[in-house]
Structure formats: C-alpha cells, structure tokens
C-alpha cells in the first residue's frame, strides 16, 4: 500500500500563529455571551413583561454578547428588582399628592 505524502497535512512551522489578541477576543466574547444566556434566565423571576422576558432570552441565545445592548436598551421595567419600580410609583404618589395640597391651599 503507498502512501501519498503530498496528501498528508502537517502542522507545524507552516501554519500561522494565532494572535493573543484573537484568542483574547474569542474569550470575553464567549464569556460575555453565557453570562448574558445565564442573566437573561434571571430576568424571568424580575419584573417585566412575559414579552420583554423572551425577547432577553432569545437574543441571549442567538446572539450571544449582543444580549447586553438589549438588556442596555430595553426599558427601566426590564429586569429590575421590583424596588426601583415601587420608589418610582411612591415619588409620583408623593408628587401627585403635594401637588393636590398645594391646589386646595390657594
């Protein structure tokens, strides 16, 4: 049986080297991408939308890091705790609530 030797591949000194920089790239996009996948499976116990909660998930999955432009962008009910959103609501009671006092006053 011959063997071809021109069909053989060898890797070696012929091959590029791969930048530090690629392979440092590579890395933070990949681990961008599965914390973004892991936060985005946090968000469905915060508040927001069942729809606002997919759309996190799926483009967590789909497109990996990008997934924190949208969670950037995507609103103030988004994924937060719930507190924020009650402080919100009390500061506009509060504001409503002065400003009634303020009327009946003159």
Known sequence: ME???DALVYVGQD???VSTLVVLLMLVWGILGVLGFFFSLVCFSYSGSFMQNWVGFLTAIVLGPFYWIYY???GPSYCSSGKKQQQQQLR???TKKSKKGKKSRK
């Open 3 to 5: 063997q071809n030797q």
């Open 15 to 17: 091959q590029p080297k």
């Open 72 to 74: 950037a962008f995507a």
């Open 92 to 94: 506009r009671f509060q």
